[in-house]
């Protein structure tokens, strides 16, 4: 994949990493327990 092509699909690919990270902030600074904070609890029972 080269040219614009490849340029497009990592772009894409960091904008959804970006929103993905924005809405793991978000929930850890609200009260709501996220399905993200699970795994760091079975590993902390473990």
């Given amino acids: ?3 614009p ?5 990592a772009s ?3 904008a959804v990493l ?3 990270a924005a ?3 978000v929930s850890s600074q609200t009260a ?3 399905p993200v ?3 760091f609890i ?4 473990s």
């Avoid at 092509?5 to 699909?9: E, L, P, S």
């Avoid at 079975?42 to 029972?45: A, L, N, P």
């Fill in 1 to 3: 994949m080269g040219g």
């Fill in 5 to 9: 092509a490849g340029a497009i699909i």
């Fill in 12 to 14: 894409v690919v960091g």
């Fill in 18 to 20: 970006a929103i993905g």
């Fill in 23 to 25: 809405f793991g902030i």
């Fill in 32 to 34: 709501t327990p996220a």
């Fill in 37 to 39: 904070d699970k795994p």
């Fill in 42 to 45: 079975v590993y902390g029972e």
